[in-house]
């Protein structure tokens, strides 16, 4: 029998309640064709049917019809691959041998060690394939399902012997799993089985290896009385991730924090001297910047250093918001604490404390680690199973009165903290007062401003994201043009002055006269505004702030924008009255560096602003296609790799940004709308690039999209019968893409997804 907590069990049928509820849970109907599909064409006696280069072909070719591209790719009507967990991430090496799509190379070794072979030597590492994955499945042929915990670690054992090349390979298993669905989990990644048998407050078997936890995960849908497909579908659903762990100390300098840190709902490290790291946070070697400002300011031995330097790091940006942390001294554990917001600076008490994290904290009850680790380090991820195992326990079973004084402390110190990109304008905007968010044409740069600007007041005002708000609720954000809200737009241009934003005399017909009189601009406006509401906060964005004229638009503004000048009183030039930037005020900018590059700014203004740069992100289109042939995001790197390779120095502000191709935030898959985009936005701006240079637009576009000689677009590409030849052109250049797609992916940066069944985030 499978002991399981009664609040687990029944949280578990509820989320399978809601699943079926929602169409969300496969029927096993479809699930058994989808078995037997992948059964008939690459089950053991298939394969054993096969040798030489058509065994090589079927199991690791380059096509559709590929062992491979089933197992990390397909996912289609015929075979719904993403109902069987994924194994995406990383590079074709994982498979063990793989053919290039550029030189048609067979290839074999890491990444790191890649060996150009033979077909014939390729087609022997096939055939060792295939014979230790039929070797595999005699073994599970003959194991039963309801086999113990020792059985299952027999057979990791066995497995590991008549498997050498493959028993530890995630798609070895998700090959087996998918031969026997009743015997074995669909999570191809150890770290997801362990994970999810941790949350189930289940400690995993002491010995590694992928095939060790399927005997309890077929005996908890056995005990549910559910298909072990839809346990583990049920089991994402409700418990998300894989997250870390982390242990933080409570001591700075002989001093406890605890109490500070209970009380500011907060967790913290010292290392004061290093200063703040919010400027470093994007640094390729972060570590590397800390352990040299350490090195400047304390003593100790490089190994010691950096130490130290990797566990400031890791509180910095490895440590996630929605990761778990336990805060302690020794081995004696204080409270349990959930992220919640971003790295900051803070130097108030106690400030040799001041690199900080927002927690909730869950829980203040004092136990002991079961097996302490990371006592003595600030900083540290805990990796043993049973003091995992005690935090969800302890979270799961916190007693509700306790859980209230834990919420009546925290709740008056709860702010809100974005993530991702609106995290970054957030903390910008925390220490400077305004930022700019400049990129290539596309990037979102107004989008972003105009959510993390909506989100933030909308906090402040009602508690809640913009997206949750009543419609009521949300017309108060932007305001109307007679009683504005909390977020102010203006847009700048060549003609906008110091007039337009701040006070100027303006033109106006007074008892049929042309008179001039002073008015006041937007930035004043919404400064009377703030100071007339110092609780709220107000939002000014300025779009294409670079293509005004800077020093004539802010005036005396750029130094009263600081934010240690706030509130300091000037007199204005034209109206003589006094005049001051309130605390309350933030201002986002927007620049497109395909128009002035940022090196170009006014040195003034580039030092009261800090900077957000925003570039093409391939990974919000997902694996979306184009017609089933053109892979929007690698399709759409390619295409900016070239105009970086074609267009000189500046052609890195010049590249096509992702937005060109979202619409209500998802990726254009339709090709009439794709070819529409292509031909009315993309090609214009690309000529415009390149001034009539037509052999630099060929090397864009292709050969097949520009005609040389007549120096022209071929727009005949863009009529209703010439789809197929379109689609052609545009995969002409880079012709790879198709077979490549997910490896794409993962140059950009792209998050693995093991374990999980394939549910992309478009945002």
Known sequence: MFDLDKNLEQALRDTNEALIRKGEQPPLERLQVFYDTFRDRFGPGKLKSLDGEALLETMHGNGKNSLAYWLEFKNDEEFGGRLFGSISGGSAHKFGVFRRTDTLQWVKGSSQNATTISVGEAASIARRHRDQLVAGWDLLDQFSSHSSDAAYQQLQTQLTQVMPDLFASAWAHKYLS???????????????????????????????????????????????????????????????????????????????????????????????????????????????????????????????????????????????????????????????????????????????????????????????????????????????????????????????????????????????????????IQSILERKGQAILFGPPGTGKTYWARKTANDLAAWGTFGRVFADLTLEEKAQIPGTPHEPGLVWHCTFHPAYGYEDFLEGYRPQEKSGQLVFQLRDGIFKRICTAARRAPGQKFYLIIDEINRGDIPRIFGELLTLLELDKRGTEIQLALSGESFSVPPNIFVIGTMNTADRSIALLDTALRRRFGFEELMPDMTVFGDAVVEQSIPLGPWLNALNHRICAGLGRDARNLQIGHA????????????????????????????????????????????????????????????????????????????????????????????????????????
């Not at 209230?404 to 709860?414: D, G, I, L, R």
């Open 178 to 424: 998918l031969l026997f669905p009743d015997k074995l989990d669909n999570y191809h990644s150890q770290h997801y089985q362990r994970f999810h048998l941790i949350k189930l407050l289940q400690l995993p078997p002491a010995l590694p290896g992928l095939y060790v936890c399927a005997g309890r995960f077929v005996q908890l849908a056995s005990y549910f009385g559910w298909n072990l497909n839809h346990l583990t579908r049920v089991l994402n659903q409700q418990n998300g991730r894989p997250v870390k762990y982390w242990r933080m100390g409570t001591w700075v300098k002989d001093q406890s924090i605890w109490e500070e840190m209970r009380k500011g709902s907060y967790v913290a490290i010292g290392w004061k001297e290093v200063g703040d790291l919010t400027p470093f946070l994007e640094a390729t070697d972060l570590k590397e910047v800390v352990r040299q400002k350490l090195e400047s300011k304390y003593q100790g031995a490089p190994g010691s250093l950096s130490k130290m330097a990797g566990e400031i790091r890791n509180f910095a940006t490895e440590i996630k918001p929605g990761e778990l942390v336990v805060a302690g001294a020794d081995e004696n554990i204080l409270g349990i604490g959930r992220i919640i917001g971003p790295y900051r600076f803070e130097t108030t008490f106690p400030d040799e404390a001041p690199h900080r994290r927002e927690v909730e904290w869950l829980s203040i009850e004092k136990w002991k680690q079961p097996s302490p680790e990371g006592k003595m380090t600030k900083v540290f991820p805990l990796s043993k199973p049973e003091n995992v195992l005690e935090i969800e326990r302890r979270c799961l079973t916190v007693q509700p009165n306790h859980l209230a004084e834990v919420k009546t402390q925290t709740v008056t110190h709860h702010s809100l903290h974005l993530e991702g990109i609106p995290a970054r």
């Open 660 to 763: 060109y191709f979202l619409e209500s935030g998802k990726p254009v898959t339709d090709f009439g709308r794709f070819s529409r985009i292509l031909e009315n936005d993309i090609i214009p701006l690309l000529e415009e690039y390149c001034y009539q240079d037509y052999t630099g637009l060929a090397r864009i576009l292709g050969d097949g999209l520009v005609d040389k000689t007549r120096q022209r677009i071929r727009k005949e590409l863009f009529g209703l019968n010439q789809r197929e030849e379109l689609i052609q052109e545009l995969l002409a250049p880079t012709p790879e893409i198709t077979t490549t797609f997910k490896a794409t992916l993962n140059s950009l940066g792209e998050e693995s997804e093991e374990g999980l069944e394939g549910k992309e985030d478009p945002s």
